[in-house]
């Protein structure tokens, strides 16, 4: 009896030390908000191409610039929601993989390289306009009929 009695005196004062030593419950800390994230739509088009950036996430009514390869292209008003919209036309650009970045969120447009003829159809001697865009400087182009 002596010894379960004395076992029972040990085990309050081991449970009783280790709820002292880990102190009082801590509260935890709230989760760090989203990072700011944009996406644009359509990633990929030839120069001209109407894209629309989307961000969300942002600190509600903060003042927001869009760049595309560093060129401000617009300043979106940003909603109380921190969400926010803004389309723009892709500027004349030789085909490649291009930066979008707005509030230090980043994404990227893809410039692919666009061609068009005047007609497709004619009588021998029907002269034929050529458009292209998209392509880069001095690039070699190759046109067969």
Request: hydrophobic share 35%.
């Amino acid at each position: 009896m002596f010894r379960v009695f004395t076992s029972a005196i040990l085990l309050l004062l081991v449970l009783g030390f280790a709820v002292f030593q880990a102190g009082p419950a801590k509260a935890q800390e709230p989760p760090p908000p989203p990072s700011p994230s944009i996406s644009v739509s359509p990633s990929q088009g030839s120069p001209e191409t109407s894209v629309t950036v989307s961000g969300q996430n942002f600190s509600p009514n903060q003042s927001v610039q869009i760049t595309y390869d560093g060129t401000p292209v617009g300043s979106p008003v940003n909603t109380g929601s921190g969400s926010w919209s803004q389309s723009f036309s892709v500027p004349l650009s030789p085909s490649g993989t291009y930066t979008i970045e707005a509030g230090g969120a980043t994404t990227t447009f893809t410039v692919v390289p666009k061609a068009s003829l005047s007609t497709n159809r004619g009588s021998v001697g029907t002269q034929i306009r050529a458009n292209g865009s998209g392509f880069g400087a001095s690039e070699a182009i190759t046109i067969r009929f």
